[in-house]
DNA sequence: CCCATGTGATACCGCTCGGTATCGTCCGAT
DNA sequence: ATCGGACGATACCGAGCGGTATCACATGGG
């Protein structure tokens, strides 16, 4: 379950290249990827800022790895959902929500690391950028396969849909309260599921 | 220099203040607010930093201006939409949905300046925050009233959904293709007012 | 035992930032 | 004609940034 928000730190015990990540986690989520300095990062991790050159070329290297660790953790958790609902996609999907939903106090009122880093990284030949478009393009593919497999007869609409409504719940994070964030969310959820699963009038044309 | 970049260059019949707040909008815009300095604005305003502290306190006064004019721009277009549909508060808010999803393509790729800026200001005290967050307790409101004008019976759950699909749907402008994003957008927003207004969707309770 | 390696500490470099001070100049109101 | 306020240009300040160089030390495998 990984290490919770308010981390104790610097336990001596990990390796440098740890506690690096970790401080590097909570201060680039927390403050922003551009606020933080490599010797804010240092100091947190209880090292120095030539350790952090040691094991990263540069910050933006180090940038990107976080980012590719946040989504390695996404996909396992993505990967355990999926687990729990074998061969039952529209559960798979419910569960991802809910995976979201439960998330979202964590996130302590600043959003999806993804969608903040994107604010701060205009540059799409940034290799952070690169691992943030990959984890989006695998985890929308996955989602439309779920919405496929639940025989949804327009996958890539629906999934379309939901990851509105997700990226949208995460946004929502930053302001006010978050108390019926979640709730909200998953009743958004389960109506779009409802909704393209029956043909009760796929809603009138909007050409207006 | 380059003094001109993708603009037309601003005419000097503009006075200093409106050139500098059209040339921090565009850079901030399309760069970031951290990413952009005084230097850059006032070289793409045609005039010098000086000039800028003339009119402004600080930078995060620009920036809390450029916010605020960006906010009573999206107010007018609200007023404009409702006005567009007096009386037909379900009306309003498809019109307010296609105001959002036919203006994606004019952010370019990157994004919702207050979603953005979001991520770039973690700070809560800072004064373009407190700009964001009455725009969207206004813009909230407003949705909320119109729900509930529309009879919808959970109007604060339904402009959350809304809510929910909108930010979402200019989140998912950053990355990859534009082009279904607004027909995508227009259907849940539909989706969401049927299913709302119908009893039908009510489905099962989130609990489980 | 000894040396290579990884580590912590410190000092430094060049650059850019937000912000300030100081000029000379232009222009419009009186 | 003149005078004051806004303007453009430039130089500067202290601070922080990303990144580099150097040195001392600790430790563990040969």
Redesign the pocket.
Known sequence: MASTASRPSRVATL??RERILDAAEELFHHEGIRR?????IAERA??????I???FE???ALVAEWLRIVAADYQAAFDRVEAEHPGRPAEQILGLARFIAEGLPRLSHRGCPFINSLAELPDRSHPARQVIEQHKARQTRRLVGMCAQAGLPDPEQAAAEITFALEGAQVSTQNGSIDQVGDRLMRVVEGILDRHRSPSGASRSTTD
């Open positions: 390796p440098p933080v300095g490599l010797q804010a209880g090292t120095t800022k030539m350790a050159y040691r094991h540069t910050k933006d």
